[in-house]
């Protein structure tokens, strides 16, 4: 009873959003190219099967997700994968002039420097390349940076895998924008 209640009143007031209620309840098949999300780094890979709770999920060589259990994800952490040339992040819910992310731009994440990988700095700036954006914001980057302290911290971190337009390694970026 109390969630009717509930739901009425949100659907009265214009704030029941579908698609939030959806989140984590996609349903994949096996074949399904998705994006696995560790911490806003996300990985590509492809659907083997559905489990209980979630997916099997296959990774390309050399593209394992970081500091994630590699195979079998819970639904919730799960995401479609589209392809899309730019996107839009909003900026105080169309408030502000939305930042527009295009393939192809030169972007540069800030990371604080890992003390085993650099001794001498206490942050990293890193220059990367857009080379693929998918339509929930995340972005696969190509290394641009020449400095062997960038490349180690962008191969720790980022390697092959996206990385959300909303990370704090890119807020850098967006306050450019």
């Known amino acids: ?36 999300n560790c911490h806003q780094i996300y990985t590509k890979g492809t659907v083997k099967a559905q489990v209980d709770d979630g997916y099997t999920i296959h990774f390309p060589k050399k593209s394992g997700p970081i500091n994630c259990p590699p195979f079998r994800w819970h639904a919730e952490y799960v995401l479609p994968y589209q392809s899309v040339p730019e996107y839009r992040l909003k900026s105080f819910g169309g408030l502000k002039a939305d930042k527009v992310f295009r393939v192809g731009e030169t972007v540069t994440l800030h990371f604080d420097a890992d003390k ?53 390694a890119l807020a850098i970026e967006r306050d450019k924008r």
Do not use: C
């Open 1 to 36: 009873m109390r969630r009717l209640v509930l739901f009425s009143l949100l659907s009265i007031f214009g704030l029941h959003n579908p698609s939030a209620l959806a989140a984590g309840n996609y349903q994949f098949e096996p074949g399904d190219t998705v994006l696995t």
């Open 116 to 168: 085993r990988i650099i001794q001498n700095k206490s942050t990293v700036d890193i220059q990367a390349e857009i080379t693929d954006i998918s339509d929930n914001g995340a972005v696969a980057l190509k290394l641009l940076s020449a400095d062997p302290e960038s490349a180690a911290m962008f191969w720790q971190w980022v390697g092959s895998n996206y990385v959300d337009l909303r990370h704090e």
